[in-house]
T-cell receptor
């Protein structure tokens, strides 16, 4: 079945460092891809999305490009802030019409001042 | 505020008991999804309803059931609770059935079974 694999965390960075969180997927067809963020004690928030190959999703300085050839959707940010500390989940929607989100295991990001 | 309301926020109950978790979707959304988040299993899809009808089923135990009411709110019923059912339960909603553009999550109900 469909699956998502993320790099293991935690990832610890200093403020203003460059961030990459790797995400690869396995799916039949061309799913929509997402990054969700979960701040401590809160629910999941949609960070960005891409619905077809070569689409670039972006929001709040974060970017990810849907790469069909490498089945990847890596999350990047040029300069992280302490407030970006959270757990980041890569996810895909199963092809079809169920709306079922399949999540990666999550990557914890800790940004130190 | 995401617009998806979940109650209660916290629930502590004993093994063998039954609880009901409630979710009100964002205004205009017809689909409701339930997810379980635990340390060992991560985020697992449980079930989806669309406009009152069950649409998709995931890793939902037989001890668990859900429904969506005419006013579109949904309830997740968990019975014969076990210690392993302790988790964060999220509800999410979307306009259509496919969630292709993502959906909105509530802040969750933290269930602790003691």
């Amino acid at each position: 079945g469909d699956s998502v694999t993320q790099m293991e965390g935690p990832v610890t960075l200093s403020e203003e460092a460059f961030l990459t969180i790797n995400c690869t997927y396995t799916a039949t067809g061309y799913p929509s891809l997402f990054w969700y963020v979960q701040y401590p004690g809160e629910g999941l928030q949609l960070l960005l999305k891409a619905t077809k190959a070569d689409d670039k999703g972006s929001n709040k300085g974060f970017e990810a490009t849907y790469r069909k050839e490498t089945t990847s959707f890596h999350l990047e940010k040029g300069s992280v802030q302490v407030s970006d500390s959270a757990v980041y989940f890569c996810a895909l929607i199963e092809v079809g019409n169920t709306g079922k989100l399949i999540f990666g295991q999550g990557t914890t990001l800790q940004v130190k001042p | 505020d995401s617009g998806v309301t979940q109650t209660p926020k916290h629930l502590i109950t004993a093994t063998g008991q039954r609880v009901t978790l409630r979710c009100s979707p964002r205004s205009g959304d017809l689909s409701v999804y339930w997810y379980q988040q635990s340390l060992d299993q991560g985020l697992q899809f449980l079930i989806q309803y669309y406009n009152g009808e069950e649409r998709a089923k995931g890793n939902i135990l037989e001890r668990f059931s859900a429904q969506q009411f005419p006013d579109l709110h949904s309830e997740l019923n968990l019975s014969s609770l076990e210690l392993g059912d302790s988790a964060l339960y999220f509800c999410a909603s979307s306009v259509g059935t496919g969630g292709r553009y993502g959906y909105t999550f509530g802040s969750g109900t933290r269930l602790t079974v003691v």
